[in-house]
């Protein structure tokens, strides 16, 4: 892509992408690295925001917070989870916490990065229901991209945005920030791993998590054909339709279940996301085991 002759980066040139890739009114699941631009933001984050709302996107980041994961309980505690004897998990330390709301502006942000903690501060965002991996959304379809998010159902955002015919972006960043190919795991039958948080009266109760997402790139060449490309100064954008980034990652999940596998073979948690996850009993999610 050429035509950014400036060094910063402005609206302007994040409409101009939008424009290109042919994403304008859809919804749009965006991963991010900001210092994959290789240059200042004219506007700061405002520029990205403002960019897709001009175009009629609803966008939606990943406002993960592990702070409010708590100490497990014994009858939340299943078998292949990816957990190995549970001692990581019961050892550590937790921090005290209140319980989680949709209000919380909590975020890791180290991991999450900037964009994700700007959309999650900006004014009229919605965030989903989940304590551990909340999604957030901006736009006019937000809250029912978000809204049926759960602390069980921890991919409702990524069902809808395939059902609204929505877009997977990675702005400078890889697969393996990729969150929805957990959701296509999950549509290939793997049963997402139990955490633990406080529900509103201070209970300790299950909470539907992701795993590790590190062999994720192993999937970069079955993708590839279905990814448009364009370059935002020096930020490498790869865009997916939601619904078919899933129906090719579930298949090949199904085919070569080791597909999802990262370079550690005692992976705790690949090696139980492979083998199906915590088998629960029906009544888990209100009784535990
Ligand atoms: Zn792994």
Known sequence: MTGFGSTEISKSDIVNAINTLGISGADVCIHSSMRSFGAPMKNGLKSITDA???????????????????????QFMPEQNGAGDYSF????????VKPFTV???EISAGD?????????????SVR???PLNSFTALGTNAKRLVGRQSFKDVYAPLKQLCADDGYVLLMGVGLDKATIIHYAEQVAGRVPFVRWAYDENRKVV?????????????????LDIYARKI?????????????????????????????THCDDKECDRCNDAIKGGPQLP?????KGL
């Open 103 to 105: 209000e919380s502006k």
């Open 112 to 124: 999450m990065g900037a964009f994700p903690k700007f959309v999650l501060e900006s004014e009229g």
């Open 52 to 74: 897709f709302m001009e175009r009629f996107c609803t966008i939606m980041v990943p406002t993960f917070s592990d702070i409010y994961e708590v100490r497990p309980t014994k």
């Open 231 to 259: 370059t935002v100064g020096s930020s490498r954008w790869v865009c997916y339709k939601a619904q078919e980034f899933v129906d090719i990652c579930s298949r090949a999940i199904r085919n070569m279940p080791n597909i």
């Open 206 to 222: 299950p909470v539907s998590a992701g795993s590790c997402s590190e062999g994720f790139r192993n999937l970069d060449g079955i």
């Open 89 to 96: 998990f019961l050892e550590q330390s937790y921090a005290e």
């Open 282 to 286: 029906a009544d888990f999610w209100t």
């Open 128 to 130: 989903g229901n989940n």
